[in-house]
């Protein structure tokens, strides 16, 4: 696949790389999307653990949306899964605008799905962005909107259903921001396991620290009782 010479705007709308390039402005979100996926590559060596739960065998299909059940798809999720894995292998610029389509797609989401507040409940886009890729080895035809679709519609019953307040959360010198609702979630996941005893206060506190190191231990995880994506997947999503 062709790449554009540059990621200013022009170039990604202009006659030569249209076809390959045609997801347009949305270039001019490269740079700090490439910092921040930069600072959070250590996520995909936790990711490859996660990618061998069930819901990676989902099929790539998508939901009809008018009376014929056809909708026009734009920019990056037109991708093959192949070209997908292709490019985020060599972290290329084609790589990271398809992260910051992602980020729009789930906007979009959010902005006209009914009752969402955000349809990730703690999910970051790096997480998403390898979930994508370890179905993509081994679906190469599929498109990568297709695949989204499908895991979104998985994700869809545990989304925020209505504004919530983020917390900042640091343990042993690494931070979070999480929306208070999903420590709620957490608290009332950990007391489902025997691991917590406290109330659903929606605070991560000194108790839920410790109640989330004894569940890192019991999973064979280091007992940091900090809440990265590995462990919230694998607590939120191992039903």
Not at 133 to 160: I, N
Request: proline share 5%; hydrophobic share 40%; with cysteine.
């Amino acid at each position: 696949m062709p790449k554009c010479p540059s990621l200013v705007p022009s170039d990604f709308c202009s006659r030569d790389c249209w076809q390959a390039c045609s997801w347009g402005a949305g270039a001019a979100s490269v740079p700090a999307v490439r910092s921040r996926f930069l600072a959070d590559r250590r996520c995909s060596n936790l990711a490859a653990v996660i990618f061998s739960v069930a819901l990676l065998l989902f099929a790539a299909d998508a939901r009809p949306a008018d009376k014929l059940g056809q909708y026009a798809i734009r920019g990056p999720g037109l991708l093959s899964c192949a070209i997908y894995s292709k490019e985020r292998a060599a972290r290329s610029n084609v790589y990271l605008i398809t992260a910051a389509w992602v980020d729009g797609y789930v906007t979009g989401v959010n902005q006209y799905a009914p009752q969402t507040y955000d349809l990730l409940s703690f999910e970051g886009a790096e997480l998403l962005m390898a979930i994508l890729d370890e179905h993509c080895k081994t679906h190469p035809t599929d498109p990568v909107f297709g695949v989204l679709a499908s895991l979104f519609r998985k994700l869809w019953p545990d989304r925020v259903t209505g504004k919530s307040d983020k917390t900042t959360i640091v343990v042993g010198g690494r931070e979070a921001t999480h929306y208070v609702e999903l420590i709620k979630r957490v608290q009332k996941k950990l007391k489902a396991k025997r691991f917590y005893s406290g109330a659903i206060t929606g605070k991560y506190s000194a108790e839920t620290v410790k109640a989330m190191k004894r569940f890192q231990k019991s999973i064979g995880l280091d007992a940091t009782g900090f809440p990265d994506q590995l462990t919230l997947w694998r607590l939120m999503r191992s039903e």
